[in-house]
């Protein structure tokens, strides 16, 4: 199953639109607060699905909430293809966060699921970082085609219908997945009874003062660095003009390559880091230990990038954003295994759901504020545009290192799990 956990990974990043998102967006015409509230939208709508997606995924099969997101993410890309305006672009972003409110905990769930049936479950932060190298992996090769489309076609909108292709052979892959990865779902479950599920496990979460730290710290990490991550493509973009190279090619072509070349730098990068992020903790003592050490470090690489985005040493600053990437890597498998340490398993696609919706809160605030910034500076002819967006994501990252959890004893997380009282009976 290890290596069809993989597959679903490897076809599931095979978003060849991914690296150039941001450029299509302004191939539309979008200012970068236009962008910010197209990105806030989509994760105002991923929050608002989010945690009954999970619920959903525990009481009526996980299959088939992975069956609703992929064919919501195929609606998504067709839809990006074929739009004219901007409102189609709300439309687009809608499907697309159905698609992501009803995938992200609930396959983590069934990876974890297999690894109890198999009494591997010591090995989950191992296991979950090398499918999630697989993830990356993807990424690379999606570059790789992606700057092909794009060099082919010159244009950034045809990336989307070439998406769909590998999403309808995910699709096949996770369909036959056995059933007993379904979790413990219920027969006959009423609404009424996803409400009660869902009250229950959002109470119990905001009952352990653990979990609340380790929300409070995904919205912090993960989401700020979702919505700084998108300006390596600009700040590439500029980095590419530049270069006296590919002259008699044409700007979209010329930043189709240097985008690619980053990119496959960073998925690599990225898929090195998840798969070894078990040795982060090994080396520290323990995963806390492991995951405030990483906070140091990106604190520092926020600081660091805004000189560097501010005098504009663009070749610099890449570094620093795949820099940012190897981080987030090291930290996200081990944030995972940190909140299924409180997941019971008929509650784990739930649990996972909560961080992931804490997650989309934060960039749907962040994105909008990051794109009126870098508005602002570009409108008072400033140099340096993109600087405000390491400003910002500094300050998150110094605030959470300035207000750690403070525990007794050794600080290392305990036994508690979230039991949701009254759980639904078959």
Same mark, same amino acid.
């Given at each position: 199953?290890?290596?069809?956990?993989?597959? %679903?990974?490897?076809?599931?990043?095979?978003? +060849?639109?991914?690296?150039?998102?941001?450029?299509?967006?302004?191939?539309?015409?979008?200012?970068?607060?236009?962008?910010?509230?197209?990105?806030?939208?989509?994760?105002?709508?991923?929050?608002?699905?989010?945690?009954?997606?999970?619920? =959903?995924?525990?009481?009526?099969?996980?299959?088939?909430?992975?069956?609703?997101?992929?064919?919501? +993410?195929?609606?998504?890309?067709?839809?990006?293809?074929?739009?004219?305006? %901007?409102?189609?672009?709300?439309?687009?972003?809608? #499907? #697309?966060?159905?698609?992501?409110?009803?995938?992200?905990g609930t396959h983590k769930a069934m990876i974890f699921t297999w690894l109890r049936i198999e009494g591997r479950l010591d090995e989950k932060t191992r296991v979950?970082?090398?499918?999630?190298?697989?993830?990356?992996?993807?990424? !690379?090769?999606?570059?790789?085609?992606?700057?092909?489309?794009?060099?082919?076609?010159?244009? +950034?909108?045809? =990336?989307?219908?070439?998406?769909i292709i590998p999403y309808i052979v995910g699709l096949i892959n996770f369909i036959t997945y056995p059933g007993e990865l379904e979790g413990q779902p219920g027969e006959n479950v009423s609404i009424r009874d996803v409400v009660t599920h869902l009250w229950e496990c959002i109470h119990a979460a905001l009952a352990v003062r653990r979990l609340r730290r380790?929300?409070?710290?995904?919205?912090?990490?993960?989401?700020?660095?979702? !919505?700084?991550? $998108?300006?390596?493509?600009? =700040?590439?973009?500029?980095?590419a003009l530049l270069l006296p190279i590919f002259l008699a090619w044409g700007e979209i072509r010329r930043s189709a390559v240097m985008i690619g070349v980053v990119y496959v730098i960073l998925y690599l990068v990225s898929a090195y880091a998840s798969r070894n992020s078990h040795?982060?903790?090994?080396?520290?003592?323990?995963?806390?230990?492991?995951?405030?050490?990483?906070?140091?470090?990106?604190?520092?690489?926020y600081i660091a990038l805004i000189p560097l985005l501010l005098f504009e040493y663009y070749y610099a600053a890449v570094i620093g954003f795949i820099a940012l990437a190897l981080i987030q890597n090291?930290?996200?498998?081990?944030?995972?295994?940190?909140? $299924?340490?409180?997941?019971?398993?008929?509650?784990? !696609?739930?649990?996972?759901?909560?961080?992931?919706?804490?997650?989309?809160?934060?960039?749907?605030?962040? !994105?909008?504020?990051?794109?009126?910034? =870098? $508005? #602002?500076?570009?409108?008072?002819?400033?140099?340096?545009?993109?600087?405000?967006?390491a400003a910002i994501a500094a300050v998150v990252a110094l605030l959470i290192l300035l207000t750690p959890l403070r525990e007794k004893g050794n600080g290392e997380p305990t036994d508690i799990k979230i039991e949701c009282i009254g759980d639904i009976e078959d």
């Open positions: 199953m290890i290596r069809r956990f993989s597959l %679903y990974g490897f076809l599931k990043n095979q978003r +060849y639109f991914e690296p150039f998102i941001i450029l299509f967006f302004l191939q539309q015409g979008l200012s970068f607060t236009q962008i910010g509230f197209l990105i806030a939208f989509r994760e105002l709508f991923i929050n608002l699905i989010e945690i009954p997606s999970g619920a =959903v995924a525990d009481l009526f099969g996980r299959r088939h909430s992975m069956v609703l997101s992929f064919v919501s +993410y195929i609606i998504s890309f067709a839809i990006f293809g074929f739009s004219q305006d %901007y409102w189609h672009l709300f439309i687009a972003m809608f #499907f #697309f966060a159905v698609g992501e409110a009803f995938r992200t979950y970082g090398y499918t999630r190298s697989w993830s990356k992996i993807g990424s !690379a090769v999606s570059t790789i085609l992606a700057v092909a489309f794009v060099l082919l076609t010159n244009n +950034y909108t045809y =990336v989307f219908f070439f998406a380790l929300i409070v710290e995904s919205m912090s990490f993960e989401g700020v660095y979702k !919505a700084v991550a $998108d300006y390596l493509q600009p =700040v590439v973009k500029n980095m040795r982060i903790t090994s080396h520290a003592g323990g995963e806390e230990k492991g995951s405030r050490l990483l906070w140091k470090v990106i604190s520092v690489l090291f930290w996200r498998p081990i944030l995972i295994s940190r909140f $299924d340490a409180f997941a019971s398993e008929t509650k784990g !696609a739930t649990v996972l759901s909560i961080e992931s919706q804490a997650k989309s809160v934060s960039t749907m605030i962040i !994105a909008p504020i990051l794109g009126a910034a =870098v $508005d #602002f500076a570009r409108g008072q002819g400033l140099d340096g545009e993109f600087w405000p967006v």
